[in-house]
């Protein structure tokens, strides 16, 4: 005889705050492999990918910040011998991501696709000056993940209301 106590807690399983894992496909370009995301925001595949868009994200960055010549000495010589170990860091893990690449982009102006893994540069049209990304499919995976995220946000909001 079953008792009530032994029957499994169907309750606990349709716990409202779980995310449900689904079959996604890795952001990073390049990748695009499928893998089991469970958490709402996982965008990438493995720890190699997100290794892979932590170089990308140095050498975006990187570019960003020589255009603007922001961050400029400003702060006591403790700061600027701190930022220099940061920077010369940096520039090594550079030098790898661009040695896989290809050196000769390097003479292109305009900055590189904001799509994650992506090393294309996105050169600025008339048409379009704001342009982000360099092609149709990485613009197009980029609206899905960010609207996927903006959805998921919303309904976080929702609950913690
Ligand atoms: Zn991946
Ligand atoms: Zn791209």
Redesign the pocket.
């Known amino acids: 005889m079953i008792r009530p106590e032994d029957r499994p807690k169907s309750s606990q399983s349709q716990f409202p705050n779980q995310f449900h894992c689904r079959t996604r496909h ?1 952001l ?1 370009k390049g ?1 695009g ?1 499928a893998f089991r995301a469970c958490h709402p925001a996982s965008r ?3 720890d190699e ?1 997100r290794q892979e868009v932590r170089r990308w994200q140095n050498r975006r960055y990187g570019q960003r910040y020589r255009k603007t010549g922001k961050g400029k000495a400003k702060r006591s010589s403790q700061a600027r011998n701190r930022r220099r170990r940061v920077k010369e860091q940096k520039r090594t893990e550079y030098t790898a991501a661009a040695g896989s690449v290809g050196q000769h982009n390097e003479q292109h102006q305009g900055v590189i696709c904001a799509r994650p893994g992506c090393y294309e540069y996105v050169l600025p049209t008339r048409h379009s000056p704001g342009q982000k990304y360099c092609s149709k499919p990485c613009s197009s995976a980029m609206r899905c993940v960010s609207e996927r995220e903006r959805r998921w946000r919303e309904r976080l909001k929702q609950r913690n209301r």
């Open positions: 890795c990073r990748c492999r990438y595949c493995s990918c």
